[in-house]
């Protein structure tokens, strides 16, 4: 029999990081005693123990079980009366089947199926729907939320209403969950994510009668101000905030007075409005039609239909219907192995009820309209190559030659070449430091701030075009986005915002992630500078910025506001969405927020779409994109909530396990984020003696916060590098997959895949290794302790530190005054081989510079890790970063050959470039990268770049 843990019951609830969590343990507890109350002695002590912990279950399960459909709070007093009749037989038969039926999802099966609480304890009831889960698997289940204080035979005869209006054949199936409160219906929403459509009728209650203190968070933070409403605002106030907390839910009002009268005030939040006396039959149809237009994936079913269509192939592509595979004496092994149905798919069609990526108009412009809507945008677009193509569209339809795009050094390599591409001059922001990791952190809002005020104080602030920021970085740091966006609209009111939140595209499926996400916030923004509320503050905020307009510091150190009457918000986004959603590989979208698309950006945006986008998209790829997003729609509330409690246990057993905090640390808030960003104080979301911490403050307030599905597991301790930790132990020894290390890290992640056998796994192996390592320790002779100990300080104390960016060479300054460098001249001026050398890491470059040599890099440094370019063309190299790369110890460096060296400009080269200033990139590089010869400029004059200057010239010459 199994062993019962009973100090899990005696710990707080601050052990348990949800109340789902609660839940899910307190009825294994449950069946775990009351199947050994029922087996041993009355009289006894461990009875009377055994006793004390059941009550104890039932009194935490009564208050959480009101919130779900099932088991519900019928059958909490079912069991609370088979208990206090001592009829523990029952008791225990019962809470097995419902833990069983639970963890199968099985009791989604059991609408209208004449299920019964007295037969729940029946084995062979429970195999009656173990046998029909096969026959049931093309229905789908859910939950509808009643919002009425109803008694007891008015609740009864509402459920049976609507239930027996479920027809047998209905593909949709549901069940309802009643409360009596407003209080009780946000909190429903909040924690049962079976919970998709929500009916609000005229008489509930204000305030919640169930008290728990796992409850509490769920209600925190709303701001709740109940006692002034009336019967009708309070419906339309429940309204907007289930709306604000769950977008994607259907809510639907049911009023005693005219519905006509209230519609006009709800339209955005309620799909419609009944008077209570109307028929249930059309609230019921309401409900369907809500979930299936959810449920509608156009371009998956045009592809599914058009793969079972008969069809002759005349065109491109032997393996479409699977004829050259399939027939074949050679590959038959590819068709075993990927099944018919992916070549059924497969083809170069884009009539027979498909479409064109290049110009939808069918199911490919209704699924993009659908991921607009689900993801919060304007206007949304699928890219079948990754988001590295997404960026570089963004930037090329954006951004002109000789435009200014303030840039986060350490983003992802292709926004970098999309700068090479566009023309733009990149002013680099420098990320604080996290030296005793190898790793950065983000961009500080004064880092940002600083230098838009030297771009103003050069005159240059008119050229800056966009700020590029990654929001969640790779490890896990997210943007006070909100913040961030506001005070730069105050310092330039015309900003436009690149967004990379390629580790972000499940952001907008939880209200905690949700609130720093960029299409969020650029409709919250939208919106607030458009109120009332918000001129009359900017008014107040504008009389105190008169006495500080030329104080640097006040600018830098206060929350400033953006004029409403010049403000315009414009926010692009670019989503990795087969990073953390259901997409095949290089699937992704770009979503859009900007006022001025339809009138500026639209069609040079598809001119730079139709330059990146392949002209023969993946279809599978486009299907999965489709799919992903009607997933995150009906299921992405649970799967994301699902994917932070993986992550929360794995944190807390690895902090709670003596021998694994030896040799490892998963990396806190306090490490990866500095004090003075953190205004909420919070330090960790794990305390071994506290339990969980509460990090909604910080959410809410602090300028980065910390992904918890980004887990960064220190290994310095164990004298193991990060890479070798990853290939030599994790995934040589265990099969265990990951991607991003540092010198002394390795960066788990959780997703909405991750399973409990995952996590387990991943702690077993973790105990394995740690094992493993106090072997060999103990077997080590004296020499190799002191080796293993030099490992260790290595790894610990003797770290590389991070250089920031330095700056480029005169030669690439187009503007006076401010930082911005001209890196696509740089880059084209490297294609001659006669402008450059090669210089080794092994005391040639250190002599140079020692010498007084003005070294400049003609190519991208990019070590893996850190995996961002520590050198881009055009950089002047200086001390700190040459230490740097002499101090790396990863077997990647792409742009630095191991025979030859780095790429560095040569001095005459050089100043042959200052003293001729190089126009476009087109008039000074021919198509195979030769230099083209020109004519003898004037010196560019001051905020005239020399790009400009040069064509000036030329066309003087013309005339």
């Not at 009550?55 to 709070?73: M, N």
């Not at 393996?319 to 192995?337: A, E, T, V």
């Not at 099969?735 to 995952?758: E, P």
């Not at 104390?797 to 001209?822: Q, T, V, W």
């Amino acid at each position: 029999m199994t062993k019962l843990d009973t100090s899990a019951v005696q710990h707080g609830l601050s052990q348990h990081y949800n109340a789902s969590q609660l839940r899910l343990d307190t009825w294994n507890r449950l069946k775990d005693a009351s199947k050994q109350l029922d087996s041993k002695a009355q009289n006894s002590k461990l009875h009377e123990r055994l006793k004390d912990i059941v009550e104890s279950c039932l009194d935490r399960l009564e208050p959480i079980e009101a919130y779900w459909a099932f088991p519900g709070k019928d059958l909490l007093l079912h069991l609370r009366q088979s208990y206090n009749r001592s009829e523990y037989q029952i008791l225990a038969s019962t809470v097995t089947y419902v833990v069983r039926l639970l963890s199968s999802d099985l009791y989604r099966s059991m609408i209208g199926k004449g299920s019964s609480l007295e037969k729940l304890g029946d084995e062979a009831y429970y195999n009656r729907f173990e046998k029909s889960k096969s026959s049931n698997q093309n229905k789908h289940y859910f939950e509808v939320l009643v919002v009425d204080d109803l008694n007891p035979v008015e609740e009864r005869g509402f459920r049976k209403r609507m239930l027996e209006l479920i027809s047998p054949d209905d593909s949709l199936v549901y069940n309802l969950v009643l409360v009596p409160s407003f209080e009780d219906a946000l909190i429903a929403v909040m924690l049962n994510p079976n919970i998709q459509s929500c009916i609000v009728r005229s008489s509930f209650l204000k305030h919640s009668s169930n008290s728990l203190e796992i409850l509490e968070p769920y209600l925190d933070g709303l701001n709740l101000d109940l006692e002034q409403q009336t019967e009708d605002d309070l419906g339309v106030q429940l309204g907007k905030l289930m709306k604000a907390l769950r977008p994607e839910l259907d809510l639907y009002l049911v009023i005693d007075s005219a519905a006509e009268d209230l519609a006009s005030r709800v339209y955005e939040d309620f799909r419609r409005v009944f008077y209570r006396q109307d028929d249930y039959l059309e609230l019921h149809l309401s409900i369907r039609r809500g979930i299936l237009e959810r449920f509608e994936a156009p371009f998956f079913t045009a592809l599914k239909d058009y793969s079972q269509r008969p069809t002759g192939v005349f065109h491109a592509m032997p393996l479409s219907r699977g004829n050259s595979i399939f027939k074949s004496h050679w590959i038959q092994d590819m068709g075993d192995f990927y099944g018919k149905n992916i070549f059924l798919a497969e083809t170069s069609a884009t009539t027979g009820g498909l479409d064109s990526l290049l110009q939808p108009t069918g199911p490919l412009k209704k699924a993009q309209e659908l991921a607009a809507r689900a993801f919060g945008s304007q206007h949304t677009y699928f890219v079948t190559n990754g988001t590295s193509t997404a960026n570089k569209i963004v930037l090329q339809a954006l951004v002109q030659p000789d435009d200014i795009v303030m840039i986060d050094r350490d983003c992802h390599k292709s926004h970098h070449y999309g700068l090479v591409l566009s023309g733009a001059f990149p002013v680099y922001l420098d990320s604080y430091p996290v030296s005793d990791y190898s790793m950065y952190g983000a961009v500080p809002l004064k880092e940002i701030k600083h230098k838009l005020l030297e771009l103003k104080h050069a005159g240059q602030l008119d050229k800056v075009k966009m700020l590029l920021l990654t929001n969640c970085t790779f490890d896990g740091l997210i943007y006070n986005v909100e913040r961030f966006m506001e005070e730069v609209l105050a310092l330039k009111p015309d900003m436009i915002f690149l967004w990379d939140e390629a580790w972000f595209a499940f952001a907008g499926f939880a209200p905690m992630y949700r609130q720093r996400s960029a299409m969020y916030n650029a409709k919250r923004l939208h919106q607030r500078y458009q109120s009332k509320a918000y001129r009359e503050r900017y008014e107040a905020f504008k009389t105190e910025l008169a006495k500080h307009q030329d104080d640097e510091t006040w600018l830098l150190d206060n929350h400033l506001l953006p004029d409403p009457d010049s403000v315009r918000i414009r926010v692009y986004s670019t989503h990795s969405t087969h990073k953390k959603l259901s997409s095949l590989r290089q699937g992704s979208m770009l979503h859009i927020w900007d006022e001025e698309f339809k009138r500026k950006v639209e069609d040079s945006f598809h001119e730079a779409y139709m330059t990146h986008t392949s002209t023969s998209p993946s279809y599978p790829i486009l299907a999965s994109l489709d799919l992903a997003r009607r997933q995150a729609e009906l299921e992405g509330f649970e799967l994301v909530q699902k994917s932070v409690e993986m992550a929360m246990t794995l944190r807390a057993k690895i902090a709670d396990q003596p021998l694994l905090q030896k040799y490892f640390q998963v990396l806190t808030v306090t490490d990866l984020i500095p004090e003075t960003y953190r205004q909420s104080k919070l330090e960790r979301y794990y305390d071994k003696e506290r339990g969980w911490v509460r990090m909604e403050e910080a959410w809410r307030s602090d300028e980065f916060v910390l992904d918890p599905t980004h887990i960064t597991l220190y290994t310095g301790n164990a004298g193991i590098d990060g890479d070798s930790f990853k290939n030599k132990y994790l995934m040589d020894q265990f099969g265990i997959q990951i991607n991003k290390t540092s010198r002394n890290t390795v960066l788990f992640m959780t997703n909405i895949g991750t399973t409990r056998s995952a996590i387990a796994y991943l702690i077993s192996v973790l105990l394995k290794i740690a094992k493993q390592l106090e072997q060999e320790r103990q077997d080590l002779n004296t020499l190799e302790r002191k080796l293993l100990d030099e490992q260790v300080h290595s790894l610990t104390k003797e770290l590389p530190p991070l250089p920031d960016f330095s700056h480029f060479h005169e030669a690439f300054s187009p503007y006076p005054g401010s930082s911005a460098g001209d890196m696509r001249s740089a880059y084209f001026m490297a294609y001659d081989e006669a402008n450059y050398d090669y210089l080794k890491l092994d005391g040639s470059l250190q002599q140079a510079l020692e010498q007084g040599q003005e070294l400049v890099s003609a190519s991208f440094i990019i070590p893996y890790p850190p995996g961002f370019p520590i050198l881009v063309p055009g950089q002047v190299i200086s001390q700190d970063i040459l230490s740097f790369m002499r101090a790396l110890d990863v077997k990647e460096i792409h742009g630095y050959r191991a025979d030859l060296g780095l790429r560095i400009f040569k001095a005459e080269a050089l100043e042959r470039l200052k003293a001729k200033p190089l126009a476009s990139q087109s008039e000074t590089t021919s198509l195979n990268g030769n230099s083209k010869s020109n004519p003898p400029t004037s010196k560019a004059k001051p905020g005239l770049s020399k790009r400009k200057a040069k064509t000036l010239e030329t066309l003087k010459g013309d005339q």
